[in-house]
């Protein structure tokens, strides 16, 4: 089966988001070739190179969305005039929150975009920029775009470029030979794999462990951006995400939480498949498993120091704590920061908590303290939750909470505000507080402090369950499970071929279908044969048949090599170079199948 998984700003790059889930998966379902189509989203991205691929993945394209990109290209009249008549539709449908032109406008430019090969300069003319100011001022348009002025308008028109910019690629002809798509993300990630479904039928996944949308909402809303800027962005992303919700053929949410933003956006429960991400257990396996519950007295805060975890309103709660129990030290583990708000949450841990020294000539410490993983003291993030008995989260906003999974690996008990998909992840293993809330934290943390065979039965109990639900395990099997669902059901193409068509078994990597006692084919025959399938493939002579004899599959050739007890399954190869445009290896291959057919008489006799 040959997967096109589409990613934006993250693997096969080594940083950025969904980058560890989708190497688990790629390497967790080896029996299936992967082709990455991935967007990077900075310069500082691309530098820190990728990672490194395993040999099942066959084809790695990218494409930067923050570069300026321009062919250069005029356009013709007729062109012009087009490409006007889409894109008013398109912005239409964003301005008035119409999703009927939104969706005519969006697959016109892509045709358009296929036919002229690009629409970078067209995208930011300014044709572009006068129809956005009349979809503005039009009547139906939402009072949050109405005021939008010129910088208002040459803001958007070049955010929205980049975003359009997968519509210019040159991927589709590939992509339209997989057989299932499948978005990392939603967004501008899932849009190739829209495309695809719309222009050659290819069944299209879309997962979100975070959910693109509300991220767009959430992005600059602090006033950083113009009021109208973020309106406009904020409605072309409802758009789009309400046409891929529709359309996609399955959405696997990663979370409750995800999956009630898609059915408010038009997402249908029948498409819909609840997959928790995986995640290594293996690592926390030494901590889970030892009896030792780390400190009895230390609280262990563990993720990236920023606003939206709410670290003051923790300190504020862990001097509830220090009253009651003045033995109580608070250890916080940051994976990232900003550095402006942990400058704020040093600052107000020495105000509320003074160093303490035993008598007058030792140095004071603070019972709270601020730390890094990967140093001698904690060289791992399991040794981090080991260093005491109770985790805290604190988030006002969340997502899947990661840092939350991973101490219930480690059977650690829990105190959590109810933020995000908290709730569905702890399941009862541990106790869960309202945001913004110092007192009701603080009490649940001195319940857990003051009860050490509680905070034990809730920390087993919170292991098993991150066993169950959260492995890497369960989850590759529920994408296997998917991807032979959505190909066994999967739509005709347009050019009438069906998904699937073959049993899996008419196609096994490798040049099984030769034995390593036939004799080998004609020499000549042999070389053309296989320089049409060499030729038409980037991956390895190895893989070179197994990639580009899709043809030669589909057609029963390489099946009819195998009954015939002889190596013709090397004739179909050949005959499959073709299937590109251009491909070479077609006729030739026809040659080398005719040598392949007597072979296989002769060893019949």
Known sequence: MRIGLLTEGGYPYATGEARLWCD??????????????ALSRSAEQEEHGRVLLPEHVTRVWTAPLWAP??????????????????????????CAAEAEPFSAGLYGLAELAREQG???????????????ESACRAPGASRAVGNAQVPDLLEFVDELERALRPLSLDWYEELGAVDVCHAAAGGVAALPGLLAKRFFGVPLLVTEYGVRLRAHYLEHSDGSRRPAVHALLAAFHTRLAGEIYAEADFLTPGNAHARRWQERCGARRDRLRTVHPGMEADRFATVGEAGDCGDPDTLV??????PAKDLVALLHAFAEVRRAEPGTRLRIFATGAAPDYLADCRSLAAQLFPDEAADAVTAGENPVTFEQIGGPEVPSSADAYGAGRVVVLSSV???????????MFCGRATVST??????????GTGLVVPPRNPRALADACLSLLR???????????????ALELFTIEQNVAAFREIYLQLLARGPARPDGDVPFAQPPEARVPGHWTTPTWAPLPDPAGAGTGRAGADADTDTGAERAGVGTGRAGVDTGAERAGAGAGVGTGRAGVGAGGGERPGGVGGAAGGGDAAAGAARSSEAAV
Not at 418 to 427: K, L, N, P, S, T
Request: hydrophobic share 40%; net charge positive.
């Open 24 to 37: 688990r998966l790629v390497r967790g379902l080896p029996q299936h070739e992967f082709e990455l189509y």
């Open 69 to 94: 990109a321009d062919d250069g290209r005029s356009y013709s009249w007729r062109e012009r005039r087009r490409f006007a008549e889409r894109f008013r539709e398109l912005v239409r449908g964003i």
């Open 118 to 132: 690009g629409l970078y300069a067209a995208l930011r003319s300014e044709t572009a920029v006068r129809a956005v």
């Open 301 to 306: 805060w563990v993720g990236r120091v920023e």
């Open 397 to 407: 906003v969340e997502g899947f909470p990661v840092t939350l999974a991973e101490a």
């Open 418 to 427: 109810d933020a995000g998909a908290v709730c569905e992840v702890i399941g």
């Open 451 to 465: 009860d050490p065979d509680r905070a034990r039965r809730l920390g087993a109990a919170a292991r098993a369950r």
